[in-house]
């Protein structure tokens, strides 16, 4: 009985997760243009504490440096490694997913495992590598039992992602799940409506969100969903691509 009732908790966990409070609203896969709320990102890093050393940091690298000992909120004391991110500093592409696990924050790499080896796999169906994109989250720092972040707790991080954006200036960016959509757009809504559209973000980036691959591991039958939203991410990075070239 114990093993089933943690696996009902995780099922209704993880339909949380995809549909909010809404667990049988439809879906609604048209793709149409949605602002995000007016972005303050500039302010949210200026403010952030004052003039700290990361805020001035010029590459990836000694932004990493800067912030490898924060202490911004409560995660610092459970983490083994500051997951920072990986991949390349000039990518088009940027995939940001909620928090380190586990093996993320013994490694100090986001997805690994066998959430990393599945997001791979969707970026190869879709004619991307590993290597030519960015992978990040929405916190550095593990949280415990892989909970979900609390709000102080993206609160205190965000201000180090939009300087990562800042920095790499990707085209688009792929947010997995719920919290990743919640914390990068800063709108309240279930990840149903989230799904199939494309947002307005800083610099001219587009976003857009589908499942995370922890939860398609644990539902397979939400892969179809998760393919159609990444079909429609490419075709929009293709569309983004042409129009440049």
Known sequence: M???????????????EIFGD?????????????????????NIINEASGDEEWQNA???????A?????????????????VFGVGNPNADVMVIGEGPGAEEDKQGEPFVGRAGKLLNDILKAINFNREEVYIAN????????????MPSEMQACIPYLIKQINLIKPKVILCLGLTAAKGLLRK??????FRGKVFDYINGTKVMVTYHPAA?????GWKRGCWEDVQAFRKLYDEIMQKQN
């Open 58 to 64: 010029e590459t990836l690298e000694q932004f990493e």
């Open 138 to 149: 929405i916190v550095k720092s593990r949280p415990p039992g892989n909970r979900t972040p």
């Open 2 to 16: 114990g093993k089933l009732k943690e696996e009902i908790i995780q099922s209704l966990i993880d339909q949380k």
């Open 66 to 82: 800067a912030i490898q000992n924060c202490t911004k909120c409560e995660l610092h004391k459970g983490r083994t490694n500051l």
């Open 188 to 193: 309240n809504e279930t990840l149903t409506n």
């Open 216 to 220: 398609l591991l644990r539902n397979p």
């Open 22 to 42: 809404e667990l049988f609203e439809e879906i609604r896969l048209t793709k149409i243009e949605q602002p995000a709320e007016k972005q303050t990102d500039e």
